[in-house]
Structures are given as C-alpha cells and as structure tokens.
C-alpha cells in the first residue's frame, strides 16, 4: 500500500468537522495506530503525546492474529509498560530509534524494561512538523528480531511525517473550537451587548443584552430595521466618525463613551469598542456596556461630593488626609485650601510650606500636641492653634486628627478636620467685654441709686445713732449717783449695744450695693435676702408713702449664686415698683415660693400705673424706658443677672392696678 494511501488523515478531519475536536483526535489516533501496526509487523504499539509539561500514553495497540485492538488511553509514561529511556531519549534529541535487535547491547541496555522483557524489535520515531515536536510512535515486535526492514521503516517514517501534520492541525483545530465557544459562552451570557454591524450601519445580529439595553424586539432587529446610525443622537454622531476612521485605518477602535436612543425615546448612556472582522472588510463586531447605574453612582457622589462641599463652606471646616511615612498631603477639600488661604489648582501645599501659615507663637505647640502625637505616639490629636494668611489675617483655629493603622500597627495615614472657630473667638472676647461693660454699669447703677437713697440711709442710721447716744447718757447719770443704780445702768448698756449693731448691719448692707469685683458664688437664704432688701429700700418706701409686704414660703431651700448681684435684681426690681406707684400711696409686695419642685420664684407685685400694652415685649431691652429720668438699664440689668444664674424673669399686668415682675433662681444641688 502506498504512504498516501495508508493514512488519508485529511479526509480523517473532514469526516469529522461534525464533531468535537476530541472526537477528531480519538479517530486521528485509531487510524494512526492501525496504520502503523498493519504496515510495519509490530506486535504492540504507543503513541504518546505531550500534555503540557507531561508525557502521556494516548493509545495502545496490539494484535492477535489478523485482528487489531485499540484502547485510549490517559497514563503517564513513567507508570507505563515501555522502555522509558528510549521515549525520552527520542522527544529530548528528536531522532529516531531503531534497534534491531534490543537483546544485543546498545546504548539502551540498561533499561529496566529491555532487560526484563527480552525484547527483539524496537522502534521510536518522534512526529515532528515545522520544528513542533507533537508526539512519537513507539512499536515493538518481541518474537523476532530485525523485523522493522528499512521498507517499513520508510513507510513509518511516512506515516510519522503525515501524523504529525494532522495532529498539529487537529490541535488547531480543536484550540479553534474552544475559542469559539469561549466567544460563544461570552456572547450569551449577555454580560455586555454584542453586535455585528456594517459600516453603512446596518445590524447584522445583536445577542439579547443589545435587546433590552435598546428595547427594540428581535424580530425589529431581524428586519433590520434597526440602525447604529439611527440609534446614535446628534451631539455624538462626530465622535461616531473619528471611531470609523480609526477603525478603517487600524482595524479596531479604542473604548469610547456616548449615547443610544431607546425605542421609547430616552436615551443610555454606553462604553462602545469595536473591530472589524478582516482588515479592509465591510463588517465587524462591536461591544457595548451599559453605563447607566455607573452614571447614578456618578451624579449621586457628585451630589454628595457637592453637599459635602456646601455644608463646609457652612460650618467652616475643611477635612485632609497625610501619609503616614512621609507625611504629605494626600487630600485637601475645598474648604481647606480657603481656610488656609492656598490656590487649589496649584495642588497641595507641601508640609513645610503649610507650616508656614502657622503663628510662630504656636507652631512648637503644634509639633509636641498635634505632629508628634499622631504621626509618633499614633494617637488621636485635638488642638487649638492660630494661622497667619500672606494679607496679615489672624484665624483662629481647631484641628482635630486621627492615625489610621494596618493591621499590624503600622501607621498608614493621617486623616483629621481643621475647624475656622475665628468667628466664635470673636464673639467670645465681645462678650467678654460685654459681661465687663454690664458689670461696670450695674455698679454705677448702684451707686447712683445709693446717691438717690443717701438721705433716707442717713436718717435711717441716725436713729440708732441717736438711741445709742441717748442711752450712753442714761448709763453715765445712772453710774455717777451716789449709789450707782447698776441693774439701770446695765440695761441702758445693752441698749446702746443693739443701737450700735443695727447701725452697722445698715452700713454693711449700703456697702455690699456698691461694691465692685468679680462674681462670688455662695449659698444664699432667698427670704434673708429679701428681707435685707426690705431695711435698705424702708425709708424710700416710706418717703413715698408705700407700703411694703412680705409673703414667705417657710421651709424653701437655699439658692446657689452671688449675694451682691442678686440684691442688685431684686433692688432694682423694688425701685421699679416704688417708681411705678409715684405719689400715690401704694403697696409694694414681695414673695417667695417653691415652683416646680426644682426653682424659687421671687416676685414683686406693685400698685402702680402697670405696664406699658404696646411695649410688653420691650421692658427687658437695654434703653428702653417709659420714664423721663429713666435709663433703661435697670430691667436690662436685671435680666442678665438672673439669666447668667440659671433662671429667667417676666412681668404680667395685674388683674386690677399695677404690675407683677416674676423671676426664677434655680435650687441649690445637694
């Protein structure tokens, strides 16, 4: 039989395009095999292929009698029945084995298989095409030597050369088979949207995720009704062109992003790439991905991006972010750049010259509370600290900072806000002044009013004066008798001793009016408190013709807060009433009470022209009065004492004449 006739491996793959590409190779080597051991008086046959680093049995063959039998095979040579040197000896060299008769020595003697088995004839040939080593042929005759003739070794050599070809391109073949179906499996899956077009932009065939990504029905594609071009709006048909000619010119185009109309109209927004399937041709394949939920995540973080930004120009605070290692800048928000005073499209500012926005008198306290702590110790920092703008500005400001750490402990990065509290400095410092300028004039309030009352004080005091100088004189007649009456004397002693002490307790209460200093905090006795207020204001009240009345609650526990501001409350809170009353004799009442379980409440209740209807709202402001010779600092006053204690005052008009003025202390905490 002549070599061409002895393997028609063509017709082989022909016969069998129909099938897999394992079906292809299970024939490929059932008529290889048959062949060699039909053609070449071999008992027993191998072929072996490589699978990848491996050598593998792939078939045997053996004969009894005039009938072949062919098993697949999938063992490793070296579990094989072979000599195993010889096959490696023929895939390392690529060179064919011929030994005529294997008993005789050879450089292959020493195989364990040769020896052990006696064998006679043995034949290797490796199947090698365009330099690619795809596989050998091992046969072996053990009954008679030198049966390969060099005929039979010819058409062997045939048969290998043919097999060889046939195996790489069935190898070929199947590769190609599996990329398909890899395509395939791709395709259908419909993880992206597939399409075969022509440049006159015609659809060809879409698989289904084109469908639903456009809304159109298969059959609208089928008919071809559907365009690329139509489907493309205007504003994107230019960058359609340059993918064209980008594609005429390399064959393919680079991913780029537009639009697609929808069926209904709307519009989704997709990643687009495509080649043709042969250089010059008229049609290719192109991919698209659906880039709407991309785009909602986009606009959100825009938005949010957006929001975040607003509401830290709001609060004026800024957010960064340093590396751990080198502690440079790795984010800096909007605000930051404005707090700080540096141009964002510069970039970050290194850290020496962010530095030098700090005010010399702070930056040590910077080093050892903030950079030290964080970036050493790996703790958390918060720190005040003063900034100096290139204009001169002075800003005041709280950074806060937190180390981020690998799992390991090391320090990865720094993340921290700086707060811009200038503002609330600002508004600390007028208050401060305000609180002193209060302070300043609720004390030349008292000591005006005390001017006022210098004349009723003066005669208040010279009554006791006068009792103590009336019963000095008594004691003195008494004792400068010829028998001194002591019991008398003692007594008018004793008188002039209360005189004495009344006198002083008045110039005691005068004094604490106007005193000036700092708040003194103390427990203090609300009904006592009351009570002093009644001796100091007495001789206004009866001046005027008023009189005074208490209503104490027994049993009210103490107050917490300072003696001289309170009387200034409730002074001027009394004053107010007395004027309130004029001329006309009037009543002028102060109680105390428990309110709420938690809060005293003083009250002073007049009988005097009562408020103002118009301005109810107003009597608390400073300068406002409804008097001629008024200030309109004494309700002013008032109110900033009691509220700076904890509690808040109101006036209510009375049922019938005159005013009440309310305010609350709260109870001392036991």
Same mark, same amino acid.
Request: charged share 25%.
């Given at each position: 039989?002549?070599?061409?006739?002895?393997?028609?491996?063509?017709?082989?793959?022909?016969?069998?395009?129909?099938?897999?590409?394992?079906?292809?190779?299970?024939?490929?080597?059932?008529?290889?095999?048959?062949?060699?051991?039909?053609?070449?008086?071999?008992?027993?046959?191998? =072929?072996?292929?490589?699978?990848?680093?491996?050598?593998?049995?792939?078939?045997?063959?053996?004969?009894?009698?005039?009938?072949?039998?062919?098993?697949?095979?999938?063992?490793?040579?070296?579990?094989?029945?072979?000599?195993?040197?010889?096959?490696?000896?023929?895939?390392?060299?690529?060179?064919?084995?011929?030994?005529? @008769?294997?008993?005789?020595?050879?450089?292959?003697?020493?195989?364990?298989?040769?020896?052990?088995?006696?064998?006679?004839?043995?034949?290797?040939?490796?199947?090698?095409?365009?330099?690619?080593?795809?596989?050998?042929?091992?046969?072996?005759?053990?009954?008679?030597?030198?049966?390969?003739?060099?005929?039979?070794?010819?058409?062997?050599?045939?048969?290998?050369?043919?097999?060889?070809?046939?195996?790489?391109?069935?190898?070929?073949?199947?590769?190609?088979?599996?990329?398909?179906?890899?395509?395939?499996?791709?395709?259908?899956?419909?993880?992206?949207?597939?399409?075969?077009?022509?440049?006159?932009?015609?659809?060809?065939?879409?698989?289904?995720?084109?469908?639903?990504?456009?809304?159109?029905?298969?059959?609208?594609?089928?008919?071809?009704?559907?365009?690329?071009?139509?489907?493309?709006?205007?504003?994107?048909?230019?960058?359609?062109?340059?993918?064209?000619?980008?594609?005429?010119?390399?064959?393919?185009?680079?991913?780029?992003?537009?639009?697609?109309?929808?069926?209904?109209?709307?519009?989704?927004?997709?990643?687009?790439?495509?080649?043709?399937?042969?250089?010059?041709?008229?049609?290719?394949?192109?991919?698209?991905?659906?880039?709407?939920?991309?785009?909602?995540?986009?606009?959100?973080?825009?938005?949010?991006?957006?929001? =975040?930004?607003?509401?830290?120009?709001?609060?004026?605070?800024?957010?960064?972010?340093?590396?751990?290692?080198?502690?440079?800048?790795?984010?800096?928000?909007?605000?930051?750049?404005?707090?700080?005073?540096?141009?964002?499209?510069?970039?970050?500012?290194?850290?020496?010259?962010?530095?030098?926005?700090?005010?010399?008198?702070?930056?040590?306290?910077?080093?050892?509370?903030?950079?030290?702590?964080?970036?050493?110790?790996?703790?958390?920092?918060?720190?005040?600290?003063?900034?100096?703008?290139?204009?001169?500005?002075?800003?005041?400001?709280?950074?806060?900072?937190?180390?981020?750490?690998?799992?390991?402990?090391? =320090?990865?990065?720094?993340?921290?806000?700086?707060?811009?509290?200038?503002?609330?400095?600002?508004?600390?410092?007028?208050?401060?002044?305000?609180?002193?300028?209060?302070?300043?004039?609720?004390?030349?309030?008292?000591?005006?009013?005390?001017?006022?009352?210098?004349?009723?004080?003066?005669?208040?005091?010279?009554?006791?004066?006068?009792?103590?100088?009336?019963?000095?004189?008594?004691?003195?007649?008494?004792?400068?008798?010829?028998?001194?009456?002591?019991?008398?004397?003692?007594?008018?002693?004793?008188?002039?001793?209360?005189?004495?002490?009344?006198?002083?307790?008045?110039?005691?209460?005068?004094?604490?009016?106007?005193?000036?200093?700092?708040?003194?905090?103390?427990?203090?006795?609300?009904?006592?408190?009351?009570?002093?207020?009644?001796?100091?204001?007495?001789?206004?009240?009866?001046?005027?013709?008023?009189?005074?009345?208490?209503?104490?609650?027994?049993?009210?526990?103490?107050?917490?807060?300072?003696?001289?501001?309170?009387?200034?409350?409730?002074?001027?809170?009394?004053?107010?009433?007395?004027?309130?009353?004029?001329?006309?004799?009037?009543?002028?009442?102060?109680?105390?009470? =428990?309110?709420?379980?938690?809060?005293?409440?003083?009250?002073?209740?007049?009988?005097?022209?009562?408020?103002?209807?118009?301005?109810? @709202?107003?009597?608390?402001?400073?300068?406002?009065?409804?008097?001629?010779?008024?200030?309109?600092?004494?309700?002013?006053?008032?109110?900033?004492?009691?509220?700076?204690?904890?509690?808040?005052?109101?006036?209510?008009?009375?049922?019938?004449?005159?005013?009440?003025?309310?305010?609350?202390?709260?109870?001392?905490?036991?």
């Amino acid at each position: 039989m002549a070599p061409a006739e002895l393997l028609d491996l063509a017709t082989v793959i022909k016969v069998s395009q129909a099938a897999s590409g394992e079906m292809v190779v299970e024939k490929l080597i059932d008529r290889v095999m048959r062949a060699a051991i039909e053609h070449a008086g071999a008992e027993r046959g191998l =072929l072996i292929l490589p699978r990848g680093d491996e050598l593998q049995i792939a078939a045997e063959v053996t004969t009894s009698g005039n009938d072949f039998s062919v098993h697949q095979r999938n063992a490793s040579i070296a579990a094989a029945f072979l000599p195993e040197s010889v096959v490696r000896y023929v895939m390392r060299t690529r060179e064919n084995v011929i030994l005529g @008769d294997a008993t005789a020595r050879n450089p292959f003697s020493a195989d364990p298989y040769i020896g052990r088995h006696r064998a006679r004839s043995i034949v290797c040939l490796p199947l090698v095409n365009q330099a690619k080593l795809n596989g050998v042929i091992y046969l072996e005759n053990n009954l008679t030597a030198h049966v390969f003739t060099s005929e039979r070794i010819t058409v062997l050599k045939v048969l290998a050369s043919q097999a060889a070809i046939s195996l790489e391109n069935t190898r070929l073949y199947r590769d190609l088979e599996n990329r398909e179906a890899k395509i395939r499996r791709l395709v259908d899956a419909n993880i992206m949207a597939v399409v075969i077009w022509r440049l006159d932009g015609a659809i060809v065939a879409s698989n289904e995720a084109f469908i639903r990504m456009v809304q159109y029905d298969r059959e609208d594609v089928a008919s071809g009704r559907v365009r690329w071009t139509d489907l493309t709006p205007t504003k994107w048909r230019e960058h359609d062109e340059r993918a064209l000619a980008e594609i005429r010119a390399t064959g393919s185009v680079q991913p780029y992003e537009k639009e697609l109309f929808r069926k209904d109209g709307s519009r989704v927004p997709v990643l687009v790439a495509g080649a043709l399937f042969e250089e010059g041709g008229n049609e290719g394949v192109a991919f698209a991905l659906d880039l709407s939920e991309q785009k909602r995540v986009e606009e959100t973080l825009r938005k949010r991006e957006a929001y =975040l930004a607003e509401s830290q120009m709001l609060a004026h605070t800024g957010s960064w972010a340093s590396d751990g290692t080198t502690r440079e800048a790795r984010y800096w928000s909007e605000e930051m750049f404005r707090i700080f005073g540096f141009d964002p499209q510069q970039g970050f500012p290194k850290r020496d010259q962010w530095l030098q926005r700090m005010h010399p008198e702070d930056r040590e306290k910077i080093r050892r509370e903030a950079s030290d702590r964080m970036f050493l110790q790996k703790v958390n920092s918060d720190v005040e600290f003063r900034i100096v703008l290139p204009d001169g500005t002075v800003k005041h400001i709280r950074g806060l900072a937190h180390p981020v750490l690998s799992p390991d402990g090391e =320090l990865v990065e720094v993340v921290g806000t700086v707060v811009d509290i200038t503002e609330r400095k600002d508004a600390e410092q007028a208050r401060d002044r305000l609180r002193q300028l209060e302070a300043d004039i609720a004390h030349i309030n008292r000591v005006t009013t005390m001017g006022e009352l210098t004349a009723s004080l003066a005669h208040e005091i010279k009554q006791p004066i006068g009792a103590a100088v009336t019963n000095a004189e008594a004691c003195l007649r008494l004792l400068d008798r010829n028998q001194p009456d002591l019991p008398e004397a003692q007594e008018a002693a004793l008188e002039m001793v209360k005189a004495s002490r009344r006198a002083a307790a008045i110039i005691d209460r005068v004094r604490l009016l106007y005193q000036k200093g700092s708040p003194q905090q103390e427990v203090i006795d609300v009904n006592e408190l009351i009570r002093e207020m009644v001796i100091v204001m007495q001789n206004e009240a009866n001046r005027r013709s008023i009189t005074m009345r208490t209503d104490l609650a027994g049993g009210l526990r103490s107050a917490m807060g300072d003696r001289v501001q309170l009387q200034q409350a409730l002074m001027n809170l009394m004053l107010n009433g007395i004027e309130a009353i004029c001329d006309q004799s009037g009543q002028l009442t102060i109680q105390s009470q =428990l309110a709420g379980g938690h809060q005293l409440l003083i009250s002073v209740t007049d009988t005097g022209v009562g408020l103002p209807a118009e301005d109810i @709202d107003k009597i608390f402001h400073a300068f406002f009065t409804t008097k001629p010779q008024g200030t309109g600092l004494g309700l002013a006053i008032t109110r900033s004492i009691v509220e700076s204690h904890g509690g808040r005052v109101w006036a209510t008009p009375n049922s019938g004449r005159g005013a009440t003025f309310y305010f609350t202390l709260p109870i001392e905490s036991s």
